[in-house]
């Protein structure tokens, strides 16, 4: 899960340099820009810790139930609710990711107005409102409405006001409150997808669905409780920053980045399916392979983000994107649960490194830090349609000859093998733009 934060304080003092001086924080592949002139933030205590447990389970709730959808679309193509092409089944959760990053713009602007709760609520009601309807349906199209739509944007309200709220309660701790919060995404992405595995075959679907829709709701009520922003924003950030159409390199990450989303979104949503239709796992253990992989994505949003603080983002990110590349159709040797369950480890780990160096990159390609969240919106923005892009491209790919049983695994994995591949060559390109062949920072 990439993640994007947003400049939280007010300037109190004449003496404000602007935010062009702005400090800039970045742990775990999250950002975080805070004016060092305004009124210091108390940098602990009981109220600021509890801003973190807010944000922990805000996150948890977000990315937390987006990565689950591997499991879901498993059970879809089981066609035990309604039957659909690899295709269009992957449409829901595309959707669903899609609206996490696109909402999150706007809810931005909203943020930064002072309307916390507001957001909280809305984006609480979206995703237990979601989740209840998902509970009842039988087609399609209430499945696409219910879970792409309704609890997509119900977790891009709350994926901006998870990071933002933090920011003015610390300064020399921002980094560790950040990261701590940060680790919501990788636990919710293993809780999530183990209730429903443990349920689904138990209680069905729509009761599995309602309990995953209380547990949303039970654990959404401590940050609407204890979040509680401390200092309103000066101004409202831009939607969009004209300059950043002309700036090659920011243009160039962005592509290599969506490059590299569609192909590890590949992996995301058909290693599950892949492991049952190859008859190497029964259909209820290889939707363990989810969480396993999101588990594995810890150390890759961690390792990437201490060796860019002496490799720089861009040396760390293309060997990533070329292992990421070269795994996927390694897929194709696998032969045993064992060798899925390895591969699904390493994807997971070299996967992650997306997940965490975007943010660096972006921040190092603005030099004028007071665009900075506005240059992180629309880049994400943009990213979400890898996401569109990943999922539904890779089942078209899967399903290509028309017949549900006759699956082109080889095209798929190759599928997402190139794109990310095509990813590691753009990063080498923009390495070699940025600083040539010297050995160097980058």
């Given at each position: 899960?990439?993640?994007?934060?947003?400049?939280?304080?007010?300037?109190?003092?004449?003496?404000?340099?602007?935010?062009?001086?702005?400090?800039?924080?970045?742990?775990?592949?999250?950002?975080?820009?805070?004016?060092?002139?305004?009124?210091?933030?108390?940098?602990?205590?009981?109220?600021?810790?509890?801003?973190?447990?807010?944000?922990?389970?805000?996150?948890?709730?977000?990315?937390?139930?987006?990565?689950?959808?591997?499991?879901?679309?498993?059970?879809?193509?089981?066609?035990?609710?309604?039957?659909?092409?690899?295709?269009?089944?992957?449409?829901?959760?595309?959707?669903?990711?899609?609206?996490?990053?696109?909402?999150?713009?706007?809810?931005?602007?909203?943020?930064?107005?002072?309307?916390?709760?507001?957001?909280?609520?809305?984006?609480?009601?979206?995703?237990v409102f979601g989740h209840m309807m998902l509970s009842l349906c039988k087609e399609y199209w209430q499945a696409l409405l219910a879970q792409g739509f309704m609890v997509g944007i119900g977790?891009?309200?709350?994926?901006?006001?998870?990071?933002?709220?933090?920011?003015?309660?610390?300064?020399?701790?921002?980094?560790?409150?950040?990261?701590?919060?940060?680790?919501?995404?990788?636990?919710?992405?293993?809780?999530?997808?183990?209730?429903?595995?443990?349920?689904?075959?138990?209680?069905?679907?729509?009761?599995?669905?309602?309990?995953?829709?209380?547990?949303?709701?039970?654990?959404?009520?401590?940050?609407?409780?204890?979040?509680?922003?401390?200092?309103?924003?000066?101004?409202?950030?831009?939607?969009?920053?004209?300059?950043?159409?002309?700036?090659?390199?920011?243009?160039?990450?962005?592509?290599?980045?969506?490059?590299?989303?569609?192909?590890?979104?590949?992996?995301?949503?058909?290693?599950?399916?892949?492991?049952?239709?190859?008859?190497?796992?029964?259909?209820?253990?290889?939707?363990?392979?989810?969480?396993?992989?999101?588990?594995?994505?810890?150390?890759?949003?961690?390792?990437?983000?201490?060796?860019?603080?002496?490799?720089?983002?861009?040396?760390?990110?293309?060997?990533?994107?070329?292992?990421?590349?070269?795994?996927?159709?390694?897929?194709?040797?696998?032969?045993?649960?064992?060798?899925?369950?390895?591969?699904?480890?390493?994807?997971?780990?070299?996967?992650?490194?997306?997940?965490?160096?975007?943010?660096?990159?972006?921040?190092?390609?603005?030099?004028?830090?007071?665009?900075?969240?506005?240059?992180?919106?629309?880049?994400?923005?943009?990213?979400?349609?890898?996401?569109?892009?990943?999922?539904?491209?890779?089942?078209?790919?899967?399903?290509?000859?028309?017949?549900?049983?006759?699956?082109?695994?080889?095209?798929?994995?190759?599928?997402?093998?190139?794109?990310?591949?095509?990813?590691?060559?753009?990063?080498?390109?923009?390495?070699?733009?940025?600083?040539?062949?010297?050995?160097?920072?980058?």
């Amino acid at each position: 899960m990439e993640i994007n934060s947003r400049p939280s304080l007010v300037p109190l003092s004449d003496k404000d340099p602007g935010p062009e001086n702005w400090n800039t924080t970045v742990s775990n592949g999250i950002v975080a820009t805070w004016n060092p002139d305004a009124e210091p933030p108390p940098d602990g205590g009981l109220k600021a810790w509890l801003q973190v447990l807010g944000s922990w389970v805000l996150i948890f709730n977000t990315w937390g139930v987006v990565v689950t959808f591997g499991d879901y679309q498993s059970f879809y193509e089981s066609g035990q609710l309604f039957t659909q092409t690899s295709s269009n089944i992957s449409w829901i959760g595309s959707t669903q990711a899609f609206f996490v990053f696109a909402t999150g713009a706007v809810a931005g602007p909203i943020f930064d107005r002072g309307y916390l709760k507001p957001l909280l609520i809305a984006g609480t009601f979206c995703m237990v409102f979601g989740h209840m309807m998902l509970s009842l349906c039988k087609e399609y199209w209430q499945a696409l409405l219910a879970q792409g739509f309704m609890v997509g944007i119900g977790a891009g309200c709350l994926f901006v006001p998870s990071l933002a709220v933090m920011q003015p309660y610390f300064s020399r701790h921002l980094g560790l409150a950040i990261g701590l919060a940060a680790t919501g995404s990788s636990l919710g992405g293993v809780i999530y997808p183990v209730i429903f595995i443990n349920l689904i075959n138990r209680l069905g679907f729509g009761w599995t669905v309602r309990i995953i829709g209380f547990v949303s709701l039970g654990t959404l009520l401590v940050p609407i409780s204890i979040s509680q922003m401390r200092i309103k924003p000066t101004g409202v950030r831009k939607l969009l920053d004209p300059s950043a159409f002309r700036d090659g390199p920011y243009l160039l990450c962005i592509f290599a980045c969506l490059l590299g989303y569609t192909g590890c979104y590949t992996a995301f949503y058909y290693i599950a399916l892949y492991a049952e239709d190859s008859g190497w796992m029964s259909s209820h253990m290889s939707l363990y392979l989810v969480p396993i992989l999101n588990a594995s994505s810890v150390l890759g949003r961690t390792v990437p983000n201490w060796l860019s603080d002496w490799m720089g983002p861009t040396n760390v990110v293309i060997p990533g994107a070329f292992l990421t590349g070269l795994v996927l159709p390694c897929n194709l040797a696998v032969k045993s649960e064992a060798g899925i369950i390895c591969t699904a480890v390493f994807i997971g780990f070299t996967s992650g490194i997306f997940i965490a160096t975007p943010p660096l990159l972006f921040v190092a390609l603005t030099k004028d830090k007071s665009k900075i969240g506005t240059r992180m919106g629309m880049a994400f923005a943009l990213l979400g349609t890898g996401v569109l892009t990943g999922g539904p491209g890779s089942g078209g790919v899967l399903q290509r000859h028309g017949n549900p049983n006759d699956l082109d695994w080889t095209g798929t994995w190759i599928y997402g093998g190139v794109f990310t591949l095509g990813s590691g060559v753009c990063f080498l390109i923009l390495r070699f733009w940025m600083a040539g062949f010297k050995i160097q920072k980058v």
